[in-house]
Every structure is written in C-alpha cells, then in structure tokens.
C-alpha cells in the first residue's frame, strides 16, 4: 500500500500547470452513458436525464444506449443481484422473533423447513465425556438473579464486559476498575474518556513541510494565521491529491476524482481558498493526502523494543494534515447548512480524518452529522438520485450507513434514521464516469468490488443483530420451552455468512481456515497478458498478512492490504457476535451446556484468531484502518476470552477437546498480535489505554511489556 507508487501513472507526471492539466484530465475521462448525439457529435456529455445539457440547449431529442456491461460492471451486477438473493433467506429469519419467543418454536431454514428436533439432552456431569461444571473466581450464587437465560446477545464489548461472571473476574483482576459506571451507563463513560483528550490545536501557522522518503512539500501560512494557505504551488496539490484519491477514497469512495481533478483544483489554483464548500473539500482532501503519504511513509511517532509503531506521521497532538483540516475546519461553518453532496462529503471526510488522530468522540458528531446532511439532502431533493451525480449520491449514502453501523453496534448509540431511506437510495454500481487512475486503481485493488461487498455484509450484519437481539437479547425475558432454538438459529446465520464468502469475486475470496492468505493465486489473476502490475510485490510467499512484526512490513499499492483486512476483519467479527452467546451460557450455566452449544463455543474461538487488520503490514498503517476505537474494543474482548478458555473448565475442556491441534499456536499469537495493537494506540487512543489498564490486570502485563 503505497500511496506515492507507480509513479508512471501519477497525475503528477504530466505538465505542472492548472491549464494544462485540466485539459489532459477532461480527454483521460471515460463517459459512462453518453446519450447519441452527443456521441455523433464526439462531444462530452453531461449524462444529465432525461435530457443532457446539450440536448437541453439545442432542443435536440435525447436518447441512451442500454449499457452494455463490462467485465468489471458484471462482477459488480452479480455482487448487487447476490445481495437480493441473500436477502431471500433473511426475510424468512426477519419476524421469525415474536413467534419464537411467544410458542419457543424454531424458525424456518432458509433452505426449507425443518424437522423439529427432540429435546437436546443435557450432559450428564457423572460421565468421564461430560463438560466440568465447575466455575473459578465466582460463586454460583452471584449469578441466579442476573442471569434470566442460558444464552444471551450483545454486541457491544462493553456489555460483555457486563455479564456477571466476566464483572467477577474484573473485580479481582482489575480492583480499580469502574464497574458501576461501566454497568449503569457504559456508553457514557466510554464517550467521557474521549472529553478528556485535548482538542486538536489551532495555532498551526509555521511553514509546514511534508517529508517522506527524501521528498517534502513546503507550504507557509501567514504568520498571523489570517490569510490562510500561501506558497502552496500546483504540484504540490497535484500530489497530495493523488496520495488521496490513490489511498483513502478507495478505502471510503465517495469523492469524484475526475471532478475534483478537472475543475476543483484549477479553481483553487487560480483563485486560492474561499468560503465556498469547494475550497473546504479541497482542504479536507489534502489534510487526508497528507495523512495517507504519513501513514505508509512517515517516521513511527514511537517505538517498542525496536518495533515501530503503526502510528505514523506528526505527534499525537499534531498529526498529519493538521495544517489543511485546520483551514477546513474555518471554513465549514460557512457550509452548514447547505443541503447538498458536498455538504454530506464535507461532514464524512472531516468525520474520517477525527478517526484517523484517534478523536473518536468528534468522529462521532461528524458521522452523525454526515448521516443528517444525507437526510437532508434526500429529503430535499431526491431527484438528485437521477442526474449524472445520483451514483455518488448512493456511494455517500452507503458510506454514512456503514459507519452508522459500527457506531450503533459497538456503542448502542442509535441510528439518525438514515436506514430507513434504502430502498429510495438502492445501490450503487459505480456507472458514472471515471478517469484513468481510478480505472488503473480497481483493476489492481478492485475497490468498487470491496466497497459493494460491504454494503452486502453490513446489511447481512444488522439483520443478524436484530434478530438475535430481538430473541436473545438481556432485555428479553426468557423462552419458557424445552426446546432451544438458539443452536438452529445461529447454525442458519453462519450459513448464510458462509454464502456471502463463497459468493464473493474470485479475487476478494479466502479460505475460511486461512484469514491472511492471498484470496487467490496472484498468477491467475495477473498473468503475463495482463496490462497492469500486481498488487503483490513477492509471489513466492503464500500469505497476504503475517503474524511476524518484527520483520519490515510488505509494501502493497492502492490500499490493497487496508481493504482486504477490513473485509475479512468485519467477516469474522460477525461469526464471533453470533456466536459469542454460547460462552456466555457455559460461563453461567455450564451444567446445561449440550454438545450444540460446545461446538458453539467452538465456531466462537475460531473466528476470535488472527484477524488481518491486526497483521503485517496493515497493522503498521493504522491511521489508514477505519473505526479504530471500534476494533480496540473488540480486540480487548477477544482478549479476555481467550484469558478465560485458559481458566475456566468447561472452557478448557471445550479448547483441548474441540479445537485440533493448531489452535494453542494461534491462539497465542492471537494474543500477541491483540496486546500489540493495544499497547501500539494506548499513547495516542484514549480508548485503547482504557482497554490497556485491564489487559495489564488480566494478563499481569507492565507499560514496558
């Protein structure tokens, strides 16, 4: 992942005027639909319907060919058409709750209808083959009243850390620990950490340079701070427009490369920074330009035991692109209220760039923001939805849908509303016109590929969390039956998630048992015919992510390793939340835990081990990773887990019995690679070091550690 590579193709590479750069862009870019008479007359189209510009303007009929798909649209039209399919299956699990919980039926298969099974029996303590029921660090007594079910369902870490046995453990473990707060109100105390990190500084008005690998950007501010960016030449902007466009929107693509080449930049080049929403987008995007050159590029703002930390780039108190955000952040006042896409694009990218120096609290407000921005501008003009901008509409829509997501998921903070609008918006297919980088930087990362399949699992991800919400959640009283259908339901769950990875492009595939494997021999997919290099710099090795961080870390271009990482990551977490509920049963009901709910536990650990985003190299670039508070938080969870299958016997029993022979190896570099990513952010993230003052209780850790 490098942001300045493949320099060949670099927007930078050609003459260093605004002129002439805005005109080799307008002949580099792709129309998508052009109507015929613009096509005739061998003119740019605008692609506006149902009548372009220039129908409009010379009352010419306005007609479009039926696109015909390319090889890149048909991967994308079967990804959005599996979707609809996997949906299928969902709707037969959606208001299958009410009924499950009233009767204690169990819900139809979304393969067919299933026979009901007899009553599981429960293991008889008195076999030499039977679980141990007996619990350490807790008296039975301590759970009788807070445990009104054998399973139960949360998705947040901090909830978990709730369950009654897990508070025992943490009294005696970790005596310092809030558990009242923790338990009254964790979402607020977890935001409180936030209020007490220093806000990012304003008085940045130095001449600002930009170092990595040799080269450096200068670019000056008034001393006074008041006439803004000076010195800032076009090559410069050309550069760190590319570091963007090249790293963070193929990580988060709702930003127009061809647009914000062709006439935002020459606009600012000539003109220089305004009020205008125009200038606060060209501001934000080279604050995260600056951010993506750092974070591959930039020297570790720390080191531990001679090991770089993933943070890189400026200090904790001034990261990358402070300089630039800063100049955004004058102006964005000026936008507020807008309803427009540059207003929800404006919001979204200030939101990214809080995550990326750890300042989750005002990612927070900006995402929230961002989602509101969206409403707005749907509800105001959903007509949007059919001009030539409609597919970056979705793109943006989708964007603030999934950070919704992550937010409502970990922190139980509810969602703006946005949700319900989908089946106005529907789904994007990247049909609008592109540029050549954008088209060289699928072909290599497939970008579009990944950003559809997210939205597939997010979807599948909230369905799965309302469900088991709905039928297992702490908030639920009890299915009063001898028949639990917590093993059926969570079996077609995971069924269905395992369709989702089956179903992916060849090219974004992995083997289950594999988390950091390439998705498919690099030879098949870039062979000697193909026009463009391979992402992968080494074909001989057969792992994408490593476990060994003391070795320096594999370069991939165009955000490769970020997206693959995040992609898989999200995959196992979800398995993990389905089916995390079964430890909570043999925690505090180990004498009726069945062989269903074992293998339970089972499928549970599994999917706990090796996650990419905590691997070489994308661990190395965690500015880049999105969500950062969101996976310390899961990581910790994660962690105490695995602490317990060490300590309690029915867990050990599950591990030696259940587990082969490889899971002690990595579950021990599970654990390596979790306190690693930790104790990496604990300086900088006040809610990694939150996470780090009970991993030192649990695992008898030291700050030197």
Sequence with gaps: MNPEGNSNNSSSAGPATPTANHSRKERGAIAAQACESCRQRKQRCSEERPRCATCQRMNLECKYREPQPTKKDKTLVEILERLKSLEGGLKNLDG???????????????????????????????????????NVHIQPQALSSASPRDVQYVSATHKMLSWPFVQQVLKSKVPNLDLASLEKDGVAMLLSLQGRVTSLPTNVYET?????????????????????????????????????????????????????????????????FDESSSSTLACLVFALGEVAMCAVQGAPIRTHKGRPSGIRGG???????????????????????????????????????????CHHLEFWRMTTSASLACQALLTSNLEVLTTHRGDLVRRAFWHCSIMETCLNMELNIPRTGLDKLESLVGLPDFSD???????????????????????????????????????????????ETPISPAAVTMKQMAAQLDQWRGLLPVYLRWEEENPGGFSNPAEELYD????????VPDLHTHFMFSADLDNPPVTYPYAVDIQA????????????????????????NPEQVTRDDAEGVAECLKAMLKWPITMSPTCFHKRLIPCLFFWSQNLLGILLILHLTQQVPILVRIRASLMGTKFDQEAN?????????????????ATALWCWEILKGIYSLGDDT
């Design 528 to 535: 000697d015919q193909s026009m463009y290099p391979p992402p």
């Design 433 to 479: 016109s592109f540029c050549e980088e954008d088209y060289i930087g699928n072909q290599a990362s497939h970008f579009q590929e990944h950003f559809a399949s997210q939205i597939v699992l997010r979807r599948l991800s909230v369905e799965f969390h309302t469900t088991l919400t709905n039928a297992f959640g702490p908030t639920n009283l009890p299915v």
């Design 315 to 357: 200090t904790a108190e001034r990261p990358p692109g402070l300089l630039f955000f800063n100049e955004a952040r004058k102006r964005m006042g000026f936008n507020l209220t807008e309803c427009s896409l540059e207003n929800v694009q404006m919001f979204a990218l200030a939101a990214i760039y809080y995550g990326t120096c």
């Design 96 to 134: 299958k709750v009410d009924s499950l919980n009233a009767r204690g039926t169990l819900p139809l298969s979304i393969y067919g209808p299933i026979q009901p099974n007899p009553p599981p029996t429960t293991i008889d303590a008195s076999r030499p083959s039977a679980w141990p029921t007996t």
């Design 208 to 272: 600002h340079h930009i170092s990595t690998e040799g080269t450096s950007l200068s670019v000056q501010v008034s001393s006074a701070g008041q006439g803004g960016i000076t010195g800032m030449n076009w090559e410069s902007m050309q550069r760190l427009t590319k570091s963007f466009f090249d790293t963070i929107n193929l990580i988060y693509p709702i930003m127009d490369r061809q647009v914000f080449q062709s006439e935002v930049l020459p606009a600012v080049a000539s003109n220089g």
């Design 669 to 685: 570099e599970t654990v390596m690679l979790c306190i690693d990513w930790i104790r990496d952010l604990k300086d900088t993230d």
């Design 565 to 588: 990482a995040a992609l898989r990551t999200r995959y196992y977490y979800v398995k993990y939340l389905i089916y995390r509920p079964f430890v909570f049963k043999a925690l505090h």
